[in-house]
C-alpha cells in the first residue's frame, strides 16, 4: 500500500510538472478578467512555487501557489500545481477541493481527471474515484492512465476481471508504462493464474537494470515463483530483495517459510532469528520465529550452535 501511494504522489506531481510551462505562461485574461499585474504576478508565483516543490520545499511551495491561485483564481492549471504540493503534504482533503474547482473550470481536461479520482482512491471513496475515471474517459479514451485508474476502481470494488481488462486496455495505449504490467500481475494472481502473472512481472522486472528492480516487484515474482513451485528461483529473488535498504520483514518471512518448506529448518530459524535482530516488535515474525523454535528443541540447539545462515 505505501509503495502504491508514493508512486500515486509522484505520478500526480510529475503530471503537474508536465503543464509548468504551460501555466507560467500566465492565465487567460480573457475568460478570467484578470489585469495585466495580476497576471505577472500569477506567472512569477507560479514559477517560484514550481522551483520550490521541486527543491523539495513543499510548504513554501503550497504558499506561493496559493498566492498564484489569488491571483488567477480561473487559471485551473496553477490549481493543479497547487494540489501536487498538498498531496506532497498529505493534505488530501484540502487538494481534492483544489481539483474539484479545477475540473470545473476545465472539464475537458482527463489529467486532472485522473489526478481527482486517484485521490479519492487514497481516501477510499471507490465510487466517486470510478465517476471520475469515466469523465476521463470521456475526455480522452486514448489516456492510459484513465484506464489504470479505472481499473483500480473495478479492483476495489472487487472486480478483477474488469480491471484486468482495463489494466490490458492501458498496456495497448501506452506500452512505454511498466507500472501497468504490475498492476496486471497483481490482477493474474488474484484470480490464480500465476504463470501469466509471472509473464507480466518479467515484462516489468525488465524494465529495470537488475540492481534497480523495486523491492515490492521482487517479492512479488518470489510469492509466484512460489506458487509455481520454483523454489531456487523464488529464494534467489527473495535473497536479491534482502540486499535493499528498504527489505521489509515480509522478505524475511518469506525466505524463512521458503526454507522450512524445503526442509532447511536450521536456516530457516537463523533466517528469522536474523530478521528478528532487525524487526524485533513484528509481530507476525515474533509468532513465526517462537513456532519454529518450539516445533523441535534438538534443531534449536543445532540452529543456535550454527549461528546465522550464509544466505
Not at 178 to 187: S, T
Request: proline letters at 4%; one cysteine or more; hydrophobic letters at 40%.
Amino acid at each position: 500500500m505505501v509503495n502504491d501511494l508514493n508512486f500515486r504522489q509522484r505520478k500526480i506531481l510529475f503530471c503537474s510538472v508536465l503543464a509548468a510551462l504551460a501555466a507560467c505562461s500566465g492565465c487567460r485574461t480573457m475568460r478570467s478578467g484578470n489585469n495585466p499585474a495580476n497576471v505577472t504576478d500569477a506567472r512569477l508565483l507560479t514559477q517560484n512555487g514550481m522551483n520550490a516543490m521541486h527543491y523539495g520545499y513543499t510548504q513554501q511551495a503550497e504558499s506561493l501557489l496559493s498566492q498564484a491561485v489569488d491571483k488567477c483564481p480561473s487559471d485551473q492549471r496553477i490549481r493543479h500545481h497547487l494540489a501536487s504540493a498538498m498531496v506532497k503534504q498529505g493534505k488530501y482533503d484540502e487538494a481534492i477541493a483544489q481539483l474539484e474547482t479545477a475540473v470545473q473550470q476545465s472539464c475537458q481536461d482527463a489529467r486532472l481527471f485522473v489526478d481527482l479520482g486517484e485521490l479519492y482512491l487514497i481516501k477510499g471513496d471507490a465510487t466517486k474515484a470510478a465517476w471520475n475515471a469515466e469523465k476521463a474517459l470521456e475526455a480522452n479514451r486514448q489516456n492510459s492512465e484513465a484506464w489504470v485508474l479505472r481499473g483500480r476502481c473495478h479492483e476495489a470494488q472487487r472486480d478483477v476481471p474488469s480491471a484486468l481488462a482495463d489494466y490490458h486496455r492501458a498496456s495497448g495505449l501506452d506500452d512505454a508504462n511498466p507500472e501497468v504490467q504490475l498492476y496486471i500481475a497483481k490482477a493474474y494472481r488474484q484470480m490464480g493464474r500465476p504463470l501469466e502473472a509471472l509473464t507480466a512481472l518479467e515484462v516489468y522486472n525488465e524494465s529495470f537494470p537488475s540492481e534497480q528492480i523495486p523491492t515490492e516487484a521482487l517479492l512479488l515474482t518470489a510469492n509466484t515463483l512460489t506458487e509455481l513451485k520454483q523454489f531456487p528461483s523464488a529464494k534467489q529473488a527473495l535473497q536479491r530483495a534482502l540486499q535493499r535498504p528498504d527489505a521489509t520483514p515480509e522478505i524475511w518471512l518469506a525466505l524463512s517459510k521458503l526454507q522450512f518448506n524445503a526442509g532447511e529448518t536450521i536456516s530457516a530459524i537463523g533466517t528469522a532469528r536474523e530478521a528478528m535482530l532487525v524487526f524485533p516488535e513484528n509481530k507476525e515474525l515474533v509468532n513465526w520465529t517462537v513456532s519454529l523454535e518450539n516445533a523441535s528443541p534438538a534443531i534449536q540447539q543445532t540452529a543456535a550452535r550454527a549461528g546465522a545462515p550464509s544466505y
